[in-house]
Nanobody
């Protein structure tokens, strides 16, 4: 059974940093692109970042470019999101997902981890 689990959320002051982790099990991690999305109160879920198979490429939402960095350790089946210069508008539940690179099969999502940035 596939499990995807985020961790590392918490409360931080504006301008601070957090590092989120996403650990996956039950899948061949290197065959999946990994992504981060977030959902703020009263907002739709939005894309944050993707980290491709093998970490060969990354992409970011305009709202987080220059502040957030995604990277992965395939040996540990773990992907990370380093979040710097956090703003109150970054407050959201952050979700990790795994998507097969061939575009076929299931996408897997974690339960989310809460990030709260105070002013």
């Amino acid at each position: 059974q596939v499990h995807v689990k985020e961790s590392g959320g918490g409360l931080v002051s504006a301008g601070g940093s957090l590092r989120l982790s996403c650990a996956a099990s039950g899948l061949t991690f290197g065959f999946y692109d990994m992504g981060w999305h977030r959902q703020a109160p009263g907002k739709e879920r939005e894309f944050v970042a993707t980290i491709s198979w093998g970490g060969l490429s990354t992409s970011y939402a305009d709202s987080v470019k220059g502040r957030f960095t995604g990277f992965r350790d395939d040996a540990k089946n773990t992907v990370y999101l380093q979040m710097n210069s956090l703003k109150p508008e970054d407050t959201a539940i952050y979700y990790c997902n795994a998507r097969p690179r061939n575009g076929m099969g299931n996408n897997y999502w974690g339960q989310g981890t809460q990030v709260t940035v105070s002013s």
